[in-house]
């Protein structure tokens, strides 16, 4: 998972609070980066695009098949973090492998291990004062995203451990927007998906609490309830620093319009953390309503 802005860094900033604020999202982003990562059953590399996608997968014992969880991990808004590894949070994969599920995390183009240009720049910026500018395209940045997962979708499709006739998808953050958008194509197999405080466009330097066009990304959420069907979960804390504590409850009310089986769970505040981190450090506040919610599915 990567943590971190969500797009590039102003230019301008007062010297002595960018470096700190610099120096602090490193440090956010390396520890929780490496919380307790487990390592992975095996790697694959999945051709895409004149790049091999690096794919973690982690999985029960036994020789399968296994019910799939795909997950896609967030955006980091410097080429520094972007470019280190990326792996699923340590009790996510393990809630999941209790339950003989395995997990599938690909590592998308232009970051980490597999590295490649930056595909995903949705084109938001912000001055030094914090006002959002540019002219974003969170549409384009998720449909990007999503089709590197599509890749790894169809290779699952010859593994013999893999049953893709039971997939969950699962995001974070820009990888929580990608999943919305995957859910929304109602793709063979795939059963539900699960929103960890997806969107893009915030920063929570220059702006605590209020995304970037947050608007924008109403109207797309909109626009994916309208094709959605399948159930789906969206879990957000109340401490988020990148999306605040009303504007989730937004986007989930205009996908909702869409009439498809739709549960959103505002958790608590995330103790001693950015809230945004909720699949990290919040696994007390968001694994009672996913279990509920698996277990409502039949799986």
Known sequence: MTQGVDEEPPV????????FCSLFTVLLF?????LGALAPSETARVPFDGVD?????HKPAGPGPFPLVLFSHGRAGTTQERARDHVPPTGFVKFWLDRGFAVVSPVRVGY???????????GQRWSSAGIPGGNPDFDAEATRAAECDLAVLDWLKTQPWADNQKIILAGQSVGGMTTVKLGSLNLPGVRAFVNFAGGGGGNPDLSPGKSGHPERLTEIYR???RLAKVP???LYAENDLYWG?????????AFAEGGSPAHFVHTPAVPGHNGHFLIT??????????????QSLGL
């Open 53 to 57: 996608l690096v794919t973690l997968i």
């Open 112 to 122: 980490g291990q597999t590295g490649g240009p930056d595909r995903e720049d949705s």
């Open 232 to 234: 789906s979960l969206w």
């Open 245 to 253: 504590p009303t504007v989730p409850e937004t986007w989930f009310q």
């Open 281 to 294: 450090f919040g696994e007390d506040l968001w694994r009672q309503p996913l279990t509920d919610f698996v």
């Open 30 to 34: 390396l520890v929780a980066s490496t």
């Open 12 to 19: 301008g900033h007062i010297e002595g609070m960018k470096l």
């Open 223 to 225: 626009g994916y309830g």
